[in-house]
């Protein structure tokens, strides 16, 4: 069974940074796909970024320049380093994974909680 846990959200002011860390613990299962996904106030959820096995990544065009994300593949850790954050950028932001490449578009098997990120004067 593949647990998710992140950690690294909170309030920040805009143009600040956040880098948000999320550990797979996967009881032995390989992880392909790993990323971020976000859900904000009234919106639908939407893919921030992802990172593949072979390090391929891919952005939503919102983040695209501002957020960069990174795996530590010994860790098992994927992060997401978030800078000029923007009060659009509030949301709950999700650790989301997958045994194939579903996290790219969304649709990854494995999910964390959430943490929220609150960008605000």
């Known amino acids: 069974q593949v647990t998710l846990m992140e950690s690294g959200g909170g309030l920040v002011r805009p143009g600040g940074s956040l880098t948000l860390s999320c550990v797979a613990s996967?009881?032995?299962?390989?992880?392909?796909?790993m990323g971020w996904l976000r859900q904000g106030p009234g919106d639908q959820r939407e893919l921030v970024a992802a990172i593949s096995k072979g390090g391929v990544t891919h952005y939503g065009d919102p983040v695209k320049g501002r957020f960069t994300i990174s795996r530590d593949y010994v860790k098992n850790t994927v992060y997401l380093q978030m800078d000029n954050l923007k009060p659009e950028d509030t949301a709950v932001y999700f650790c989301n994974a997958d045994e194939l490449m579903g996290t790219f578009y969304g649709l990854g098997q494995y999910w964390g909680q959430g943490t929220q990120v609150t960008v605000s004067l």
């Open positions: 996967t009881g032995g299962i390989e992880l392909n796909a």
